[in-house]
């Protein structure tokens, strides 16, 4: 049986579904007739542009963000598809925070749902700091249906990880 890692917190019944996908070498063509679509959200500048309209829409006073970029390292040296971060710094006699967003790279070729899905979770960060209740409530009220994405988002990364899977 083999260990689905982005997928180990499911119910057995989910995970052998998907390995049974695996298995008949359908779970690609699932995700391809599920979210055929690619986003156009694709430099800096846009996926700024983009956060800041979500946060707008949904977030109006929580804390500024100053930086928002793709980061290709992310998923490698951290493992993480997205994060937030407030960097501290003294600046004459005051401490100042500086928030950033930033998102795994692999992002900018997926699919709308996926990026709108990790940008939701990164802004839900600014009010709910832990992955609790609250956390996921506001994430399903920025974002109604979350919770199905987030498991659509993991199969997709399994089929990444598969064997020959190149993704563009």
Known sequence: MTPLKYLAAYPPHLQEQVRRLIAEERLGDYLAKRYPERHAVQSDKALYAYVMERKQRFLRNAPGIDKVLYDSKLDVVRNALG????????QGGK????????????FRDAAPEFLDMIVVHELAHLREFDHNKAFYQLCEHMLP???QLEFDLRLYL?????????VR
Do not use: N
């Open 95 to 106: 401490l100042r925070a500086k928030k950033e967003i930033r998102v795994a790279a692999l």
């Open 83 to 90: 994060l937030h971060t407030a960097v501290s710094r003294v």
């Open 158 to 166: 399994t089929w990444r990880e598969l064997d020959g899977a190149v």
């Open 145 to 147: 249906g979350y919770q």
